[in-house]
């Protein structure tokens, strides 16, 4: 029988709590999907601990916001406020489930790992030796973003964990690095902090290579649909939202097919419980999916989304960002690919805004004068974007 801690109003203001319950369950997300990988118990705990934090946070915002509504207005002003931390909570509730696979002994199936080689950022555990190069070193030396496309998200040092550590943090021998990155990224840090490369080990790759695609176009529709979803709120952009419904469609349909493909797979006897995790793998992600269709309703309503929303998403650590392009930039009439904007910034764009019109980026989407960039990434990477796009900062964008 879980305890359950006693909630009493505290005056704390709605931004604070929604920037707080925005960060800590994209987050646990990071570090739900780590913890499936590795079977790593001590990260799946420090999961289930933050989703605790995350309730006590929700209960706190409702209370914050029923002592603000005084009448209809000032409801309908807070509503989506609500829903979207409603949604928050959702999201930490589907880290929960994931790290719940590796509390409860469900196992982990060898097909994760093959899943997480193919997805677009993967997550790596590392352990820095005595003899690296890194030891002593402020993360912030390392400039591991610019070099290698990589981020350290948490640190865990004896018994405690550092999440979403400073830059001024330094890196000492034994720490036990969860870093995210692409695949090439995080293996060169590896070799880096351990002089040699992990090598997963999976069995039968062919036999499980499209329950793999599967279930990686899974996990990138339903973190596309958070970042649309976001970025909704802020254009209040009813293109986008509809983006975002047409996309749960698909997510439903994507998540049935992968059941039945992994339901008709011939898994041996002894692989039951693994294959058990990885179907739950995939509910959790359909939750996150859910979570970010109930964000985009907020616009789909018709609701003016509250300045506080816009607010928690520009400060959060994983933001939302828009950078408008002037007729200096070295992006206008290049290609997204040959841009090379997520190599420069870190930032990876989501939609370009033409006028009135949001257009779904493609690699070979040439970029215009005019051109408003909607990305998403580390806030560091906002401001390196807006220098990208706008070099003397003679665009602003509301």
Known sequence: MP??????YKPIPVRELLLEMKNLSELMIDLAYSSALYNDKDLAQDVLALESRVDTLTYLLDMEIMVASRNPKDAEAMV?????????DKISDAAA?????????????????????KVEERLMKVTVKANSAIVKKRIEELDLTARMG??????????????NPKKTERVFEGDILITRGAQLGIEEFKDLAEGE??????QERAKFEEIVSRFVELKDTSELMLDLAYSSLLLNSTQLAEEVEALEERMDQLHTDFELLALTSD???EEAPGFLGLIRLGVATEKIADAAADIAEVVLRGIEPHPILKLTIKEAEETVAQACVTAESLLVNKTLKEARIHEETGMWVLVIKRGEKCLRPRADSKIQEGDVLVASGYAEGADDLKKLASPTQTCKVE
């Open 3 to 8: 305890k359950f801690e006693k909630i009493e």
């Open 150 to 163: 990589v981020d350290i998200i948490a640190i865990r040092r004896n018994h405690d964990w550092i999440l």
């Open 197 to 202: 490369l992990a090598k997963l080990n999976v």
């Open 267 to 269: 898994f041996k006897k």
């Open 80 to 88: 989506g406020i609500s829903r979207v931390a409603s949604a928050t």
């Open 97 to 117: 489930d994931i790290a719940a696979i590796v509390t409860r002994n469900i196992g982990i199936h060898p097909i994760v790992g093959e899943i997480f080689e």
